[in-house]
């Protein structure tokens, strides 16, 4: 199968610092992506820079090829098409993401002028079927209100319900639970997970959270410090870790199903992008640090079961004990 | 002194909005309505539920950080309501919190230094030599280094934000801590590094917390005891292992259920229609209700009181029966 969407190389720069490095990465049609890591891994930068929203002054390099066109090389105009058509993004917080003076059916009715023609009594039909397509209760009469009228859970769906108003192939979704209650988080995942299936879009899901992503992904990259450090599917890296940094991730959370007396900390914290150390990034906290560690950056290496790891234990290298 | 260190019964906070310049009066927004608690001596109560459910509300009532409309809360045997103004400053000594947001709750201005030698100053405790080596202890205490004295907070990341607010906690030897949300804010590996010094701190000094979280695994991972509270009011309270392994509420039951677990099978949810309602609205009889997969029609006519179902666990429905087994 070709893929949806193949990224080679993927790089943010901000001056002298690399924010996103060199990350290469397929999403197949219908495939739900998790990119999972820490605050100031690089994931939410990577979602933008895959929009083409990198804020200035950051520069994006390498290549984006979404249905065979290079997004990268095209030009403004061109990009505006895709954004919100074929691709669209939902963010985690809604309320700054919706335009408080407008009411919910013109701000989905914008998207169905822009990217579909529709306009009046059309854009107004199609927007109160959008949102019963989210599962908005009595959407003919919520579609008048405006955003300060819906709680968090229900603006959340309203963003969706945006998103899928031009029937995009790749939903992006950054941390599009993240702020919202546990028993809302259930719905939403839920919502997602039905329509991904009835619509055949592909979701891109950025988190930090591990729940969410067993929950919902079918494939996961796990970032540190701007790069990928392990990429597989979703089963088995949850269950056999083939990084030291996904093995301490999970080994670190407290567990629902199980009383632990002390939980497996990371030592230390990730390192800003302006005080990165040499060679792996993550080796001043690895807990099976070696001095060959620090002399080059591990690549990512096939590992058993469709996965990669970036970790030399995987890379052909023999570590001296 | 026997039984609880803290012991809450009956406690109420209303809070009224400002009436409206046109139209109906606003109705009180019922944050906390009517709930009781107790936390032992060295142990941790895990008070958990979902934004606006007056689990943040009652960690402040409990201190005075905001005053009660009803119930009373008594601390190391002494009723805290009744306390002057000068008794409070004494029993503050005793009692102390931690916030969720180490970046809001620390003075950008002043130094490590002077941020932990404050609470000496407020109560005249030792003199500029005492309070410099007591500094030294906290930051110690925290696992921090005697060279961050000198630093300021924006110098510092979360997790050592965080350290610097639980070491201003510790300052005078409280016997009670009430944990806001202590590690919400945090990344994960971060949050691993907190909870571990919580608890090791718990262990050498016998300290007691009020630990009030929407993470269901991290108060699992906290607490011997745990309350669930929902619009106002707890709905299920239970030793840990009880609540976890066999809630008996159906709002415990779905938040339980709600809360995916890496690596565990997927699994059927149970997945709640609607959200939270309004808390200045609650439903009539059991709030929990409007939502509950459950409910009959008595639910909406009595209000379910707490009942004792199996050893030292109770809940608020009229349908839970005892746990089997």
């Known amino acids: 199968m070709t893929a949806l969407l193949s990224v080679e190389g993927l790089t943010v720069r901000f001056g002298r610092f690399n924010v996103v490095e060199d990350l290469s990465f397929s999403v197949s049609p219908g495939e739900v992506l998790a990119i999972v890591g820490e605050s100031g891994s690089g994931k939410s930068m990577t979602a933008l820079a895959l929009m083409r929203l990198v804020p200035p002054p950051g520069v994006v390099s390498g290549r984006v090829v979404f249905e065979g066109a290079d997004l990268l090389s095209l030009s403004e105009r061109q990009m505006r098409d895709v954004r919100g058509g074929a691709m669209a993004m939902v963010f985690q917080e809604p309320m700054t993401s919706l335009n408080p003076v407008f009411t919910v059916g013109r701000q989905i009715g914008e998207a169905l002028a822009w990217h579909r023609g529709l306009s009046g009594s059309a854009a107004r039909a199609e927007a109160v079927r959008l949102l019963g397509l989210v599962e908005i209760p009595n959407a003919a009469a919520r579609v008048s209100e405006y955003p300060h009228q819906l709680s968090g859970g229900m603006r959340q769906r309203v963003m969706i319900a945006m998103a899928l108003a031009c029937r995009p192939r790749l939903l992006i979704a950054d941390e599009p639970t993240t702020a919202l209650d546990a028993t809302v988080q259930a719905q939403i995942l839920d919502l997602l997970r039905r329509l991904r299936a009835e619509l055949g879009m592909a979701v891109i899901l950025i988190t930090h959270d591990l729940g969410v992503v067993s929950d919902f992904a079918d494939r996961v990259a796990v970032m540190y410090a701007a790069r990928i450090v392990e990429t597989g599917p979703a089963e088995a890296l949850f269950k056999a870790p083939a990084h030291p940094y996904t093995e301490g991730l999970l080994a670190s959370l407290p567990r629902l199903a199980e009383t632990a007396d002390r939980l497996a900390a990371i030592p230390g914290q990730v390192p800003p992008p302006f005080a990165l150390p040499p060679g792996c990034r993550f080796a001043p906290r690895c807990a099976h640090a070696k001095a060959p560690c620090s002399a080059a950056l591990p690549p990512l290496a096939p590992v058993a079961g469709g996965r990669a790891a970036a970790c030399i234990r995987h890379a052909g290298y023999v570590v001296a004990a | ?325």
């Open chain 2, 1 to 325: 002194m026997t039984g609880p260190l803290l012991s809450v019964r009956g406690l109420v906070k209303h809070f009224r909005p400002r009436a409206r310049l046109l139209g109906a009066e606003a109705r009180p927004v019922r944050a906390v309505d009517g709930i009781d608690l107790d936390v032992e001596a060295a142990g941790t109560l895990g008070l958990v539920g979902e934004s606006g459910c007056g689990k943040s509300t009652t960690g402040r009532l409990v201190l005075r950080l905001i005053e009660a409309d009803a119930g009373t809360i008594r601390f190391e045997g002494e009723d805290i309501r009744a306390a002057t103004p000068a008794r409070l400053r004494a029993l503050r000594r005793r009692m102390q919190i931690v916030f969720q947001d180490p970046f809001s709750s620390l003075d950008p201005r002043m130094t490590v230094a002077e941020i932990l030698a404050e609470p000496f100053v407020v109560h005249g405790i030792g003199g500029a030599a005492e309070r410099a080596r007591q500094v030294r202890r906290l930051l110690d205490a925290v696992g921090l280094a005697a060279h961050h004295a000198a630093r300021h907070p924006h110098e510092f990341s979360g997790g050592q934000r965080q350290r610097i607010g639980i070491a201003r906690a510790l300052a005078l030897e409280p016997s009670l801590i009430v944990a806001d949300e202590p590690v919400s804010a945090l990344d994960v590996s971060i949050q691993a590094q907190i909870l571990n010094l919580m608890k090791d701190l718990q262990a050498a000094r016998g300290l007691a917390f009020l630990f009030i979280s929407h993470n269901l695994a991290v108060v699992r991972h906290m607490a011997d005891r745990v309350a669930v509270m929902y619009l106002g009011v707890v709905v299920e309270e239970a030793p840990r292992e009880a609540l976890f392994s066999a809630p008996l509420h159906p709002y415990t039951q779905a938040l339980l259920s709600a809360v995916p677990d890496p690596g565990a099978a997927r699994r059927e949810r149970i997945v709640l229609t609607g959200e939270i309602p309004r808390p200045d609205d609650p439903p009539s009889g059991c709030r929990f209700r409007t939502r509950c997969p459950i409910a009959v029609a008595r639910c909406a006519a009595e209000v379910p009181a707490l009942r004792e179902l199996a050893p030292a666990h109770r809940v608020a429905c009229h349908l839970a029966g005892p746990a089997p087994g």
